[in-house]
């Protein structure tokens, strides 16, 4: 059944710009027919061309006075014709679809270090995501062997509640690039979540702990042993930078 092939973006695109000798058109429309799912992906690639003109007009309002180049407005025949300014106006226009098209026009937030991934990780959480946690000493126990065989270094629950104030609730396995990306939940006394992330290091060991900003909350980091530490969460960088000290001591 046509209704169970799957088209790409790029065909559907260009089934929508008329382009049907690139795409399997008698098929899109078969399917189109019986194919709720396929409809709604049609109608969000189809671009809304009188909202696209008026961001263009606004655009373009905004922009400032080509410089006189003191061009004449006739050249000779072998040397060409100027275009007309209208023209260029279009030329602009198409330009900007791209960017607009593409998000070349607005810089994209790039993430970049592992830090900045787990900082944007956390940021999800909520006082509620690790309340409904309760682990009886055996699956804690359980819990953090199997993440230490992972992460490559041993952790146990007494080193991970030395800070008095932060409730250890779960540890899980993530991953970036690639390679094993150790998150160790808490909770804060005033039910704040914090995460202990650690990351295997390229860099060498740097016993200074850290402060900064990541995501609107406060953190700590530093190297240790062959391995990144970040501890985060909450918007204390007091509270954080202590317990970022106790855990550079104990782990």
Excluded at 129 to 152: H, W, Y
Excluded at 221 to 231: H, I, M, N, R, V
């Amino acid at each position: 059944m046509t209704s169970q092939i799957r088209f790409s973006d790029e065909q559907l695109t260009a089934f929508l710009d008329g382009e049907l000798e690139h795409v399997p058109a008698d098929q899109i429309r078969d399917a189109l027919e019986e194919n709720a799912e396929l409809q709604a992906r049609l109608e969000g690639l189809r671009l809304e061309k009188q909202e696209i003109a008026d961001a263009f007009e606004k655009l373009l309002d905004c922009a400032p006075a080509a410089p006189d180049l003191n061009l004449k407005e006739e050249v000779s025949a072998s040397a060409g014709q100027l275009v007309p300014r209208h023209w260029m106006a279009a030329a602009m226009a198409a330009c900007l679809v791209l960017g607009l098209g593409t998000g070349l026009l607005w810089p994209r937030k790039e993430l970049g270090s592992w830090q900045s991934y787990a900082a944007a990780y956390h940021a999800l959480y909520i006082d509620q995501t690790l309340n409904g946690i309760d682990r009886t000493p055996a699956a804690v126990a359980a819990e953090l062997s199997q993440v230490s065989k992972i992460i490559g270094k041993d952790f146990d629950l007494q080193a991970l509640s030395q800070f008095a104030q932060f409730d250890y609730k779960r540890a899980q396995i993530l991953g970036f690039e690639g390679e094993p990306l150790l998150q160790i939940a808490f909770l804060s006394e005033g039910g704040v979540p914090i995460a202990l992330c650690i990351f295997r290091s390229t860099g060498s060991d740097s016993d200074e702990v850290q402060t900064a900003e990541l995501e609107g909350m406060s953190s700590a980091s530093w190297t240790k042993d062959g391995y990144d530490y970040l501890l985060i969460g909450g918007r204390e960088p007091s509270t954080i930078k202590s317990a970022a000290e106790t855990f550079a001591r104990q782990l």
